[in-house]
């Protein structure tokens, strides 16, 4: 076995000290991911099952390095609440984890399977078929169950992955990984398979973002605007972008108000500080004398700051104006911008004026409003009658997600083990040559 790697603190001296640690973990992830390529199923579920063991089984010492993380973000004095949220781990966040890893050890294995299969008219017999993609690279900030959701779903995929937590997370995360390595232990799989970066020098990311001489195929940044920003600035590996998530609900006038008050009050304040959370309500005109007062209230009532148009203004004393950077920002608080608009039109366009590309809903009663909704808006995740909390991959049955991508490159929203998968060609011949 090779010698464990050795870790470098945030001060590491040299450049060239990180950059040699860097290498080598790159190149032993590169060797990992050719023995999962070819690894059967039964041997990925064993080393899954063996995860979901350990998690469960290492919850005490999961939770004591993630509270030594949350005080010290407390103590720095810059921690918001939805940061810490963000941060923060329970017995039931951590019995999540293991529940889904459950799910995907579940799932049917993406690898191998044959999704199309056509003969030409010389005889040949060509499919296409799912391949892995090789070693991805995740970079995250402060959630560090991402780190167990990347893991298992790039194992399940067959890929070689390297982790890159945020400094925030950095011992929540060590203790996660410590038990995704067991997995692999135990089912006689490399333990580079699931690598986390053991340094929180911030040299690493640009690093991984260079690709490593070709050890990385692909780069899923989860984080916020600055890391975002940087991934696209300096990333030469292609990228499964993961933006920002100014996401919105459109209630019609046919909607439903008590429908309407439960969706909204869930979408903005289940969980603020994840990315499918609500950000901006868009009331219908139509029905705004009937609607926009109750709704408006409602999120007051709950804790929510609304900024909102003339009009929300006048429906309760207690909105603040919004301004023109309202409608464009993620909040990742308990804050709202709202604004009346006309018909589904008018909501259409705000969306593609000011949206992210991640998640938008519809609240209506109206079939034809809502396909009309469906169809034109260009997000990840469209929805109708439901809350934008489902953004979700475990939500979507996958079990986990690595990421919403919301862009059109390969995959888009929740990417699961089978969007961690890209495909080749196999051709069957019996002589064939080509005259």
Known sequence: ????????????????????????????????????????????????????????GNAAAILAANAEDVAEARASGNATSSFIDRLTLTLARIEGMAEGIGIVRGIADPVGIVTESWQRPNGMIIERVRVPLGVVGVIFESRPNVAADAGVLCLK???????????????????IHECLV????DAGLPEAAITLVPTRDRAAVGMMLSGLNGAIDVIVPRGGKSLVARVEQEARVPVFAHLEGVN???????????????IVL??????????????TLLVDRAAAAKNLKPLVEMLIEAGCEVRGDDAVQKADARVKPANEDDWDTEYLDAIIAAKVVDGVDGAIAHIQSHGSHHTDAIVSADERAAKKFLSEVDSAIVLHNASTQFADGGEFGFGAEIGIATGRFHAR???GAEQLTSFKYRVHGTGQTRP
Not at 34 to 51: C, F, I, Y
């Open 248 to 262: 919105h609900v459109y209630v019609d006038a046919s909607a439903d108000l008590a429908m309407a008050k439960s």
């Open 157 to 175: 995929s067959g890929n070689a992955v390297i982790l890159r937590g945020g400094s925030d997370s950095f011992r929540s995360c060590r203790a």
């Open 1 to 56: 076995m090779a010698a464990p790697l050795k870790a470098v603190d945030g001060n590491a001296d040299r450049a060239s000290d990180l950059l040699a640690l860097m290498s080598d973990l790159a190149t032993r992830a590169r060797a990992a991911a050719r023995v999962l390529a070819l690894a059967p199923p039964e041997q990925k579920n064993r080393a899954l099952e063996a995860m979901e063991r350990a998690i469960r």
């Open 266 to 279: 869930n979408a903005k304040m289940r969980r603020t500080g994840v990315c499918g959370a609500a950000e």
């Open 413 to 415: 929203g929740p990417v």
């Open 182 to 185: 067991q997995g692999l232990r």
